[in-house]
């Protein structure tokens, strides 16, 4: 157990492809073993039931010759009796001595010459000759106690060798069991070497008295049975007994217990799947007829387990490779994506060491190579920022070192202004004076210590601005302004729009005309503040207008400009800055036509710009 603990530790807690390909290979052999066993179980089904189909073949074979054989044996009683001159001369050779029943012959030839009534020894001789299968034809003589035998190579009569108690006993058994082997409840010995034989044994009786007076004995030779089978199939399959109603058997195709009474009668009785005989056994069974003999064809499971050793050894080897391959296969498979993840790591651990310069190169078009682009991107996108603040916050303390420089005793110079307007004002000269006021009033807004004001702060810096212009070209420029109230309190960043009406005066204005014209609009359009500035003015050419607008887009951000420090890239940069890229400047210009800058900023209102 410590030793399983000690394994996941090392190699399955922390490890995640190690747990992927753990779990996959157990899979793996469970699905492997799976199939296998369920193609085994198939394939052994199959076998069975072939072989016991085979098995069952076989057995019809047999039941059909035996019911041929009753057949046989039927019709030559039933001729016996059919016939009445057989039959007369039966009853007199069964009850008279043997001399008696020659002279009786040649008796019934001397007083009819053309009597051709056939006599038994001759019917028999037929019946022996048309029948192959029979080997002898005995008949017994109740009255005179002797034995008739025929074969093929001899006839003879034989006076009974046992006493009359063990005869009665002897045809008591037989009457009640017609079918018997030779191994006992033979009376004189018959056997034939090298065969085995079963008898049939048929009470006869004088057809007039009903007076049995003599027994009718057949017996089989089973090298018949097995003849009849191979005339009809090759393939014999199982093993089968025929045995007696009280369980003897008269035939084994092993010769195990022949004549003796199987040991397994009483399981066949009942219906099983499996038969515990010898070995775990499948049985058919066959009545053969109204014989009362049955016949048991019996498969055993060594056999049918020899026949599937070779194909579970088979699937063995087949579900063995297949696990070992596919082992391989996905190992090779993970180890690739696990050098991926390890590559991946790496320079993760490079970037949280500060190394941004860490990019992963990664082949492919998978998950893994996805992350890897999302990695690169993001430490480009986190190497642009830092550079981005880096010189925001240079150019933020160069502004506040402006700032400090510029506010330099500013209520010294806001009073020298305001002594210079009163002045103005005592001398008569109210322009200068109102135009001294409003250059206060700019110089107040641009030197507060503020980043953000309201956009309608923004607007009256601008209006002043034009107004303060307006007192030194009369009548020579028309200005417009309008602002949607709903945006008026919004925050934005202070000095956006002064810069552009600023570079219009310097750049578009036309001072040998009458109607120049500004017009400047804040709208509120789909949550964000569009502002536009235009003018008619004297419009950019379309090659600076190529350049302004390249250096306007975000690729540029960051860009310091040598002049227009506040123009309009000062401007697009400090919204890009504040408020992201999907906000900025754009322009539009035709030469000699006029101008528009048209700014987008997010409607913030009440806000603080960070």
Request: charged share 25%; aromatic share 10%; glycine share 6%.
């Amino acid at each position: 157990m410590p030793r399983i603990g000690t394994f996941y530790q090392n190699h399955l807690k922390r490890k995640m492809f190690n747990k992927i390909l753990f779990l996959y290979t157990i899979a793996l052999i469970i699905l492997f073993v799976t199939v296998a066993f369920l193609a085994y179980r198939y394939y052994e089904q199959r076998v069975i039931q072939e072989k016991m189909d085979k098995n069952l073949q076989t057995i019809d074979i047999v039941s059909v010759y035996m019911n041929q054989q009753v057949e046989r044996m039927q019709s030559n009683i039933q001729e016996l009796y059919t016939d009445a001159a057989v039959s007369e001369d039966l009853n007199y050779f069964l009850m008279y001595d043997y001399s008696a029943y020659l002279e009786h012959r040649l008796n019934r030839y001397y007083m009819n010459e053309n009597y051709q009534g056939k006599g038994i020894d001759t019917y028999l001789k037929s019946i022996v000759n048309e029948d192959a299968g029979i080997e002898n034809l005995i008949l017994y003589s109740y009255e005179k106690k002797f034995f008739y035998i025929l074969n093929q190579s001899y006839q003879d009569r034989i006076t009974s060798p046992i006493s009359e108690s063990e005869e009665t006993k002897w045809l008591k058994e037989m009457k009640n069991q017609s079918w018997r082997s030779l191994d006992e409840g033979a009376l004189l010995e018959r056997r034939v070497e090298g065969k085995s034989l079963f008898m049939y044994a048929r009470m006869l009786q004088d057809p007039i008295t009903l007076k049995t007076n003599g027994l009718m004995i057949f017996d089989f030779n089973t090298d018949q049975i097995i003849k009849s089978i191979h005339s009809k199939t090759e393939d014999r399959r199982g093993n089968f007994v025929i045995a007696t109603p009280t369980g003897e058997v008269i035939y084994d195709s092993e010769n195990k217990y022949y004549g003796k009474k199987y040991p397994y009668w009483n399981e066949l009785q009942s219906q099983k799947e499996w038969y515990a005989l010898d070995e775990p056994s499948k049985v058919n069974l066959i009545n053969i007829g109204n014989t009362g003999l049955v016949i048991a064809g019996i498969m055993p499971l060594s056999t049918i387990q020899k026949s599937v050793n070779t194909v579970r050894n088979s699937l063995i080897g087949v579900t063995l490779l297949g696990i070992a391959l596919s082992f391989a296969f996905t190992f090779t498979v993970i180890r690739r994506f696990s050098k991926k993840i390890r590559k991946i790591m790496l320079h993760t651990s490079r970037l949280q060491g500060g190394d941004l310069s860490a990019r992963i190169r990664m082949e492919g078009e998978d998950e893994l190579q996805q992350i890897s682009e999302s990695f690169n991107y993001m430490c480009d996108r986190l190497e642009s920022y830092i550079e981005k603040m880096y010189v925001s916050e240079i150019r933020q303390k160069s502004a506040e070192l402006s700032a400090l420089q510029a506010q330099i005793n500013p209520h010294f110079l806001y009073n020298t202004l305001e002594s210079i307007r009163m002045k103005a004002f005592a001398s008569g000269n109210r322009d200068v004076g109102q135009m001294i006021y409003l250059l206060a009033g700019i110089f107040r807004n641009m030197i507060r210590n503020q980043t953000s004001i309201k956009l309608v702060e923004e607007i009256n810096m601008c209006s002043t601005y034009l107004e303060l212009f307006r007192f030194r070209y009369e009548d020579k420029l028309m200005v417009d302004i309008r602002l949607d109230g709903s945006i008026a309190g919004c925050k934005v960043l202070k000095l956006l729009i002064q810069p552009i009406v600023e570079n219009y005066v310097v750049h578009g204005f036309r001072p040998d005309s009458g109607e120049n014209r500004i017009s400047i609009t804040a709208d509120l359009v789909e949550g964000r503040i569009v502002i536009m500035v235009a003018d008619n003015g004297k419009g950019i050419s379309q090659v600076r207008l190529d350049e302004i607008e390249k250096r306007l887009k975000p690729v540029y951000a960051g860009v310091s400009e040598t002049s227009d420090s506040l123009g309009l890239f000062n401007v697009n940069e400090r919204i890009r800055l504040t408020y992201g890229n999907d906000y900025g400047l754009r322009i539009r210009s035709e030469e000699n036509r006029g101008t528009e800058v048209i700014l987008e900023l997010p409607a913030l209102k009440e806000e603080a710009i960070a």
